[in-house]
């Protein structure tokens, strides 16, 4: 599995395991190239979306993958975290809906998240 596919996995998982709402996958290599996969997810509340944000944090660096950079603090309704091949967006459900990220990169590739998690 290339690292693109298996950070996405263990984000998911991450994600998955923490409840986190509405989560996409989308393909954006043949439209980009800042990365290769997105993942869009929301949390419930401030506190759902950190516990998200530190859960996936926690699972790439125990596999040893560390993020690149990290936009947004503890209070942020919207943390980016930048992992090279893969970047992740976890929005609380009001920002998520105003800022549409589905809907700007809509020409990439939303993909089924069990072909990660099988």
């Known amino acids: 599995m290339n690292t693109g596919k298996e950070m996405t996995r263990l984000?998911?998982?991450a994600l998955d395991d923490k409840k986190g709402?509405?989560?996409?996958?989308?393909?954006?290599h043949?439209?980009?190239?800042?990365a290769d996969y997105f993942i869009i997810a929301s949390g419930t509340n401030q506190n759902q979306v950190q516990a998200m944000v530190d859960n996936v944090e926690e699972e790439l660096g125990r596999a040893g993958?560390?993020?690149?950079?990290?936009?947004?603090?503890?209070n942020s309704s919207w943390i980016l975290m930048d992992y090279g091949d893969l970047i992740v967006?976890?929005?609380?459900?009001?920002?998520?809906?105003?800022?549409?990220?589905?809907?700007?990169?809509?020409?990439?590739k939303i993909l089924d998240m069990d072909e990660f998690l099988g």
Do not use: M, P
Request: net charge negative; proline share 0%; aromatic share 10%.
């Open 65 to 74: 993958y560390e993020a690149k950079q990290i936009e947004g603090t503890k």
């Open 21 to 28: 709402q509405d989560i996409k996958v989308i393909d954006i």
């Open 30 to 34: 043949e439209v980009s190239v800042i």
């Open 11 to 13: 984000a998911l998982k």
């Open 89 to 108: 967006h976890v929005f609380d459900e009001e920002n998520r809906l105003f800022y549409d990220l589905e809907r700007i990169w809509r020409d990439g």
